[in-house]
């Protein structure tokens, strides 16, 4: 037997016998559940280099789930979420995680940030059995080899990657890099790369890689100068990125420079200045500012009367938390750990207002939605 299948025997085997106690008039609390709340946890790096876009994604995560409270929760309970800070350390989002489910005892985990931390965290999730919703990265294991208990929202960075490679195609911009990181995320990305520059010649196209947390920069970027390439996409959290992006200029590179979707922040956008307009981004939800999506409209309208600018990296929080919504309705009333997951599995394809996800027995599609835009002035992002 699996490990996979082992956690999910045992999760059903847990709500089997909670159930049996109910029915002999005893009570049995499924972690998290409480008469009137119900609790959500989440490990993510609210400091560290991907700090900026965290904040937002929950910021609209909070967005959606205080609606959600306003209007009397789900079944009369309200959704509390309790958010860690693990600084985008992978070792750390596994202690947080332990934190979460053995001693705050929260009923599912949501929006953790970044594949190795995904992973981690994973490893508590599995022996208890609690889902995991909304991993805030687009790695490919994640898709193509689905857990059980995880519950993918936005697309693949593989396909981001193909997108921009095939944009810049377009554009006549044939000698491509990729500077990527030095763990699974990097791994990740190298493949898509690999994948999308197939038809380029061998010399054509090249892979930087750097340490995830502490990065040559210097060295990276004299390397990408000597291999003089028409564009460069950079795959790092956003500190790296920001610092590849200033020490190009320095040095003047005059490759087109693009990012992915984990620095679609607006923070990050406007922290680079002038540094920034023309910086090619691919994000993986519809325009947070535009109406033309039902989910960018409704979290326009959110955002207005909580008075903060929406971006795109809250309308990825704002999406995520209606999936997380839908699982704990789908969960019934009396909600337990193996019910959210044979709910969602239960969905098929989820409408989010725009992109869509897909669940279902061995399937875990999250939305393949994927545009470019472009920073413009004073670090906003247009097509």
């Given at each position: 037997?699996?490990?996979?299948?082992a956690?999910?025997?045992g999760a059903?085997a847990?709500?089997?016998?909670?159930a049996?106690?109910l029915?002999?008039g005893?009570?049995?609390?499924?972690?998290g559940?409480m008469?009137?709340?119900?609790l959500?946890?989440?490990?993510?790096?609210?400091t560290?280099?991907?700090?900026?876009q965290v904040?937002?994604l929950t910021?609209?995560?909070r967005?959606y789930?205080?609606?959600?409270?306003?209007a009397g929760?789900v079944?009369?309970?309200?959704i509390e979420?309790?958010?860690?800070d693990?600084?985008?350390d992978?070792?750390?989002?596994?202690?947080?995680?332990h934190?979460l489910l053995?001693d705050?005892?929260v009923?599912?985990?949501f929006?953790p940030?970044?594949?190795p931390?995904?992973?981690a965290?994973?490893?508590?999730?599995?022996p208890?059995g609690?889902?995991?919703?909304?991993?805030?990265?687009?790695?490919a294991t994640f898709?193509?080899q689905?857990d059980?208990?995880?519950?993918?929202?936005r697309?693949?960075?593989?396909?981001e990657?193909?997108e921009?490679?095939n944009?810049?195609?377009?554009?006549g911009l044939r000698?491509v890099a990729?500077?990527?990181?030095?763990?699974t995320?990097?791994?990740?990305?190298?493949?898509?790369?690999?994948?999308?520059t197939?038809k380029l010649?061998?010399d054509?196209?090249h892979?930087?890689?750097v340490?995830?947390?502490?990065?040559?920069?210097?060295?990276a970027?004299?390397e990408v100068?000597?291999f003089?390439?028409?564009?460069?996409i950079?795959?790092c959290p956003?500190?790296?990125?920001?610092a590849?992006?200033?020490?190009f200029?320095?040095?003047?590179?005059?490759?087109?420079?693009a990012?992915l979707?984990?620095n679609?922040g607006?923070?990050f956008?406007q922290?680079?200045?002038?540094?920034?307009?023309?910086?090619?981004?691919?994000?993986?939800m519809?325009?947070?500012?535009?109406?033309?999506?039902?989910?960018g409209?409704?979290l326009?309208?959110s955002a207005k009367?909580?008075?903060?600018?929406?971006?795109?990296?809250m309308m990825?929080g704002?999406?995520?938390?209606?999936?997380?919504?839908e699982?704990?309705?789908r969960?019934g009333?009396?909600?337990?750990?193996?019910s959210?997951?044979a709910g969602?599995?239960?969905?098929?394809?989820?409408?989010?207002?725009?992109p869509e996800?897909?669940?279902?027995p061995?399937i875990?599609?999250?939305s393949n939605?994927v545009?470019?835009?472009?920073i413009g002035?004073n670090?906003?992002?247009?097509?």
């Amino acid at each position: 037997m699996t490990s996979r299948n082992a956690a999910l025997r045992g999760a059903f085997a847990r709500a089997l016998f909670g159930a049996l106690l109910l029915g002999s008039g005893l009570t049995m609390a499924e972690p998290g559940v409480m008469q009137d709340k119900i609790l959500i946890g989440q490990t993510a790096g609210f400091t560290g280099p991907a700090g900026e876009q965290v904040k937002e994604l929950t910021e609209g995560a909070r967005l959606y789930i205080d609606a959600v409270n306003r209007a009397g929760g789900v079944y009369g309970r309200k959704i509390e979420l309790l958010s860690e800070d693990d600084g985008f350390d992978a070792t750390a989002s596994k202690q947080h995680a332990h934190t979460l489910l053995a001693d705050k005892q929260v009923f599912a985990l949501f929006l953790p940030r970044g594949t190795p931390n995904t992973e981690a965290i994973m490893t508590e999730a599995r022996p208890v059995g609690a889902p995991v919703v909304a991993p805030s990265t687009g790695a490919a294991t994640f898709f193509d080899q689905p857990d059980p208990l995880l519950f993918v929202v936005r697309a693949k960075y593989q396909t981001e990657i193909a997108e921009l490679v095939n944009y810049f195609d377009t554009l006549g911009l044939r000698r491509v890099a990729l500077v990527n990181v030095n763990d699974t995320f990097g791994k990740d990305t190298e493949i898509g790369f690999n994948n999308a520059t197939q038809k380029l010649s061998v010399d054509a196209h090249h892979i930087f890689t750097v340490d995830r947390l502490k990065p040559d920069v210097a060295k990276a970027a004299a390397e990408v100068g000597r291999f003089a390439p028409q564009a460069v996409i950079l795959a790092c959290p956003s500190t790296t990125a920001r610092a590849m992006i200033e020490t190009f200029s320095k040095q003047g590179t005059l490759a087109q420079l693009a990012v992915l979707s984990n620095n679609a922040g607006l923070a990050f956008a406007q922290s680079l200045g002038a540094l920034g307009r023309g910086v090619v981004v691919s994000q993986v939800m519809p325009s947070p500012v535009r109406s033309t999506s039902r989910l960018g409209r409704d979290l326009a309208a959110s955002a207005k009367a909580a008075g903060v600018a929406p971006s795109y990296a809250m309308m990825e929080g704002y999406a995520s938390a209606r999936v997380l919504v839908e699982g704990l309705k789908r969960a019934g009333k009396t909600p337990t750990r193996a019910s959210f997951v044979a709910g969602l599995e239960s969905a098929g394809t989820i409408d989010l207002g725009g992109p869509e996800v897909r669940y279902g027995p061995s399937i875990r599609k999250g939305s393949n939605y994927v545009e470019l835009t472009v920073i413009g002035p004073n670090g906003t992002f247009v097509r």
